[in-house]
Each structure stands twice: as C-alpha cells, then as structure tokens.
C-alpha cells in the first residue's frame, strides 16, 4: 500500500504478474515492430480503435460533452464547455446510425456503477445517443431544472441519478458514470477488419488533447497496423484481395512461393501477423494459402480497348493487374470464385471446395474484370436476411 500526500487519498499498487506473463511475448513481439516499421504515410484511412484507445475516445468525446453542467457553461473556468447546446438534444447527428451510447452505473461490477447518487437518486441505464442521434445527457436534479426552464420546453424528464460531491462539504456535480457504446451486428473484430477498405488499427493510448469545448480532438497511439494489399491494387489495398474469412477462426490468405515476386514480402508479412494474432475468441488463427494466379499482364489490344475513367489507374500494355483467388464471393449455399485461365487454376478450385464444405464453387473468368480495377467482391455485397 502506498499513501500520498493528500490526508482523504490512499491507494493501492497492484502488479498482476500472471496477466504479464501472458503478455509479456506480444508485447517484445509488437516492440520489435515497432523498430522495424517504415514511417507511417500520410493519408486519410478508417480508423479501427482497440479497446486501449477506444475507451478514452468514448470517456473524452462522448462522456465529457454530455455532462449537463458542461453544457450550461459552469464549467468553463474550470474542466471546459461542450460543443453541445440545448437546442442539439432530438436532433443532431452525433455519429452514425450504427451508435448507440448509454452512461450505465447500474452495470454490475463496473468501477462507474454505485446504488444512488449524492442527491439520493437512483442510479440509471441513461440513454445518451440512439442510432446516431443525441437524445439525452448526463444529469443531475439541479441542472435539469435549469436547462428545461432554459429551452422552456421538457427535454430532461428527470435526473440521472449522476450527480456526486468529491467530499461532504462540496457541492455535488454532474460527473460521467461507465460510458457504454452498444454492440453491433457487424460480427466479430475479424469480420470487422476483414471489411475495412484502406483501414488502420490502432491500440494504445500515447497521447490526447482536446479543445475547451470538446469540439475538436487529436491523439497518437502506441501502436498501429497497416498492411499492404495484393501488388497493382487499384482499390488502396482492399483487404478482401489479400485475405478473407472462411469461417470464425479460419483465414485464405493470397501467397506466393516465388521470391523475386514483390508479391512474396507482402504475403509473408500478413502471415507473420495472422499467424501472431488470434480470433475474438482467443484461438489462434489458422492460415490457408492461396497460390496466387502467375502474373496477370494488360496485352496491347486490351489496353486500346479500355476507356479511362475519372478515379482509375491508367492502362498500359505489359501492365500487371492485381490478379487474386480469395476475391471471391460467398453466397447462399456456394461460393462465386474468381479464375484466369491460369495453370493455378485447379490447385485453388480444389482448396476452396474443400475448405468451404456445404457450398457448391462456381467458376468466373474475371479478366475483363480486372482490367477495370477490380474482382468479383469488389463489385458484389451481400444482402443480410431481414
């Protein structure tokens, strides 16, 4: 135990020594990485926050900016404003449809969950953004009473239950209980990053700073992850070129065996990280390889033919297009895959069917495809079942 200066404050240090163990190998693994990787390029991509950045994102951006206090301005001297008004709450767009937050001190075992606030409110699950759009905020009696006489119109129907005091003699405040983003129904991180075109994970909470009204934000992460797509990609690397998902814990991924292909350092790196990682479950993923096609070359008549377009690559004779097996396309009961009229032809026709059991492969001659900069789950997606 060790004690700090303030006489109210004592704490504990505590070193979990199993848990470090068990990380203890990623973590020399990720330093090493770390050392080896190029510098970062300058470019705009989708963001894919682990939970180490993704928790202070939530506590800063959405958890900040919605405690009432803030948003009537008491706060300015002190921690800040928000961006937030009251005229917002109904209306604005807060984030996309798929965001639904909640400030939940009623979650068991949480370090923002207790019984009642300092006011002796009940503590609530408060619903603070649905589908997008901002609908509540995190209160306290006071300020309720406030803000509805301010828009003179009912938007807080009561408290919830978030006020608390730092100690008896203060005055008790709005302050964020568990800030709580809901699941979605896009699957799994794997699915999610299988389907992230031109994307970045990130992991680790270096740095952050934020303006005084919660209105503009920047941070740095301790580590990020960018790998690069099939050689020529036309698509800034489109994951589902270079890998997919066969099943949960079951990856294809495009190879090569020859190593004067630039093809071959690009593959191996996604097997050293695939064969690193594991699924949402904690197995490690097991890897399929996928013989690429040989190089597939843009002949002369092909390139006179091709019209170019705004926002595609231009077409030369002797060209390489970016030519990949696993682009295929899953649908109900088969499996829509690529071919080339390539010698490796039969070699990948034979590993899907086996590998994707109860699916009938349909065969695509593709080419024409390619040479507008794509391939058959380029240009397709699937409809979910209502």
């Known amino acids: 135990m060790t004690g700090s200066q303030n006489p109210f404050c004592v704490y504990w240090e505590d070193f979990d020594l199993a848990l470090f163990k068990e990380n203890a190998g990623r973590l020399v693994r990720e330093l090493k990485e770390q050392m080896a990787a190029p510098e970062y390029p300058r470019d705009d991509r989708s963001l894919i926050l682990l939970h180490d950045t993704m928790f202070l994102q939530t506590h800063e951006t959405i958890g900040h900016p919605l405690e009432l206090d803030r948003i009537l301005g008491y706060e300015l001297a002190f921690a800040g404003g928000s961006f937030v008004t009251l005229d917002d709450f109904g209306k604005l767009q807060y984030g996309s449809p798929r965001l639904t937050a909640r400030a939940n001190a009623t979650v068991p075992n949480s370090p923002g969950s207790f019984g009642y606030d300092d006011d002796g409110i009940p503590t609530q699950d408060n619903l603070l953004i649905d589908k997008g759009i901002l609908v509540g905020a995190i209160t306290g009696w006071q300020m309720v009473e406030e803000a509805n006489a301010c828009a003179q119109r009912e938007i807080f129907k009561g408290s919830s239950g978030a006020n608390r005091a730092t100690t008896f003699y203060r005055i008790p405040i709005e302050r964020m209980t568990n800030i709580n983003i809901d699941p979605g129904n896009d699957g799994t991180l794997e699915d999610i990053i299988s389907n992230t075109e031109h994307g970045i994970v990130l992991d680790g909470d270096r740095s952050w700073s934020i303006g005084s009204n919660c209105e503009q934000f920047h941070f740095g992460a301790e580590i990020g992850w960018l790998g690069q797509g099939v050689v020529k990609d036309e698509t800034s690397g489109h994951v589902d070129n270079l890998c997919c998902f066969l099943q ?104 899907l069917a086996r590998l994707l059991p109860g699916r009938q492969v349909i065969v695509m001659l593709v080419c024409e495809i390619l040479l507008g900069g794509g391939n058959i789950h380029f240009i397709t997606q699937q409809k979910p079942k209502k």
């Open 248 to 351: 949960p814990g079951e990856v294809a991924l495009t190879w090569t065996d020859d190593p004067a292909d630039p093809q071959y350092v690009i593959s191996n790196d996604a097997l050293q990280r695939l064969n690193s990682e594991v699924d949402a479950r904690g197995w490690q993923l097991t890897v399929h390889r996928l013989h690429q096609p040989d190089p597939v070359l843009i002949s002369a008549e092909e390139a006179t033919d091709v019209v170019a377009v705004e926002g595609t690559s231009p077409k030369q004779a002797g060209d390489r297009m970016a030519a990949s097996y696993v682009n295929f396309y899953l649908c109900n009961g088969g499996a829509i895959v690529p071919i080339f009229d390539d010698p490796h032809d039969h070699e990948a026709l034979e590993t």
